[in-house]
């Protein structure tokens, strides 16, 4: 941001790209909380513009004069020294981000999907203009987890990150396990409460999680992980069983982030996994959020809260808003994703215990079978439960840790043996020392 944007005794003039659920909440709140910002941080902001495509309808709590449909109003204004972007998209919202910050005008954005695909080219582009380039609202919305690890925790040496990172999901996995609902029902009750939307793809599947989980580990651990290096399974394939099965063996069923330093290369993924009834991630309830940080220096921390809604988002907005306002050129801050060159650990190499329930034909020497395909690629067998007998039988088995590679040519053996029926369920197991 120009020196002169935000000096001098006139406001800070803010122009906000969007204004649906966020952009709104940004509007109130600055209306609301003018004074305590001003007294706080010594400037008054001032709405300046507000894009959206359609200017005709009114918006509650927005001056319908601020209202424009041309994208040159915010981002070619220069009396505008801070553009907050809560449209969402990728494109035209790129191309908007990326003229703003030319001119020099900082940038708040609310968009994990852009952040987690074009993140370091738009850090960039804020560092050769001189504009800063926030993003605190794109991972958890009001729980200030990007702050902590670009401040609180820089000198730490963050070796793991491991999230509840999709309040939709959260919410999900506890209906099915608090009423033992099937995973459709529990989707329905989501969407009928707002927690879900019509079109849930982006959240069941993981996806939403992965570009959050993208943002938090390129911070914790200074490396660039674009979308592309986090592999997520979601929700959608699970199965009431064994959200049930999980329970009676000691654990409950998270959709989990799960970021590690392996070696020194970084390794992120996003897949439903069973956490151990005790482990404090696993009281992490209903829509929530949670991510807990882990380094040597500071052992864990966790922090805790609501990961979505306008409020919500909104507050972390103006936090980001005035932390640009109190940051000078040349800060730490502004080096916070400097690349540490960190390269991006293969996902075979990763390991972790494993819970894999399959039918089988309830015949001797079953399993000892399928014990020596697991001896064979050197998993081992942490826990058995068999129920039912004949040719429905079901084997329930929780292993210790091993890594992706061997468990998946293990399963492309087990699914050959001719006891087996169907499609063995696989799920990760967090454990101590054995990761996600
Ligand atoms: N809602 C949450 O809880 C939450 C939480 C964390 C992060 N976020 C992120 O915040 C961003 C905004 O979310 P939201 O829930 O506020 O979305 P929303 O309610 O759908 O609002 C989007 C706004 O952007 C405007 N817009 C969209 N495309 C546009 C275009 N091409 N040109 C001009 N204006 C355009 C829309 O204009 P019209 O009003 O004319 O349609 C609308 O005002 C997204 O990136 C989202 O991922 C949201």
């Given at each position: 941001m120009s020196a002169a944007a935000a000096s001098g005794d006139g406001p800070v003039r803010v122009g906000l790209l969007g204004c649906g659920t966020v952009g709104q909440a940004v509007v109130r709140l600055i209306g609301e909380g003018g004074a305590t910002i001003e007294r706080a941080s010594g400037h008054r902001l001032e709405v300046a513009r507000v894009l959206v495509r359609d200017a005709s309808r009114a918006r509650p709590g927005?001056?319908?004069?601020?209202?424009?449909?041309?994208?040159a109003d915010v981002l070619d204004d220069p009396s505008i020294a801070i553009v907050i972007e809560v449209m969402g998209g990728l494109d035209p919202t790129l191309g908007h981000l990326r003229r703003a910050l030319a001119r020099g005008a900082s940038v708040v954005t609310a968009n994990k999907q852009l952040l987690s695909r074009h993140g370091p080219e738009l850090l960039a582009a804020a560092q050769d203009a001189g504009a800063e380039l926030r993003f605190e609202a794109s991972a958890c919305a009001a729980i200030p987890v990007i702050k902590v690890l670009r401040?609180?925790?820089?000198?730490?040496?963050?070796?793991a990150v491991t999230g509840i990172v999709n309040g939709t999901t959260n919410f999900i996995l506890t209906e099915m396990a608090r009423s033992g609902l099937a995973y459709g029902t529990a989707l329905e009750r989501a969407q009928e409460l707002g927690?879900?939307?019509?079109?849930p793809t982006e959240d069941v599947g993981g996806a939403d999680a992965a570009a959050k989980m993208a943002i938090l580990s390129s911070i914790a651990f200074h490396t660039r992980v674009h979308l592309d290096d986090v592999p997520y399974e979601g929700i959608d394939r699970l199965q009431a069983e064994d959200i049930e099965q999980a329970a009676a063996l000691g654990f409950v069923v998270k959709l989990l982030g799960v970021a590690r330093l392996v070696d020194g290369a970084v390794s992120v993924r996003v897949h439903p996994a069973l956490v151990p009834a005790g482990h404090r991630l696993a009281s992490v309830a209903g829509p929530d959020n949670a991510v807990l940080l882990e380094s040597r220096a500071t052992r864990e921390i966790m922090l805790v809260g609501p990961g979505a809604g306008g409020d919500e988002t909104a507050s972390a907005v103006l936090a980001d808003v005035l932390s640009i306002l109190g940051t000078h050129q040349g800060s730490f801050l502004h080096n916070a994703l400097a690349d540490a060159g960190r390269p991006i650990a293969p996902v075979g190499d990763v390991r972790s215990a494993f819970y894999l329930r399959m039918s089988v034909?309830?015949?001797?020497g079953v399993l000892a079978r399928i014990a020596s395909v697991f001896a064979e690629e050197d998993l081992s067998i942490r826990s058995v439960v068999q129920s039912g007998s004949g040719d429905g039988a079901s084997l329930v088995l929780v292993l210790h840790a091993g890594t992706e590679r061997r468990m998946a040519a293990a399963l492309e053996r087990i699914r050959g043996l001719e006891e087996v029926r169907g499609e063995p369920v696989m799920l990760r197991v967090l454990g101590s020392g054995e990761g996600g």
């Open positions: 927005v001056d319908p004069a601020l209202l424009t449909t041309d994208p401040e609180s925790l820089l000198a730490a040496e963050i070796t927690y879900a939307e019509a079109d034909a309830d015949r001797p």
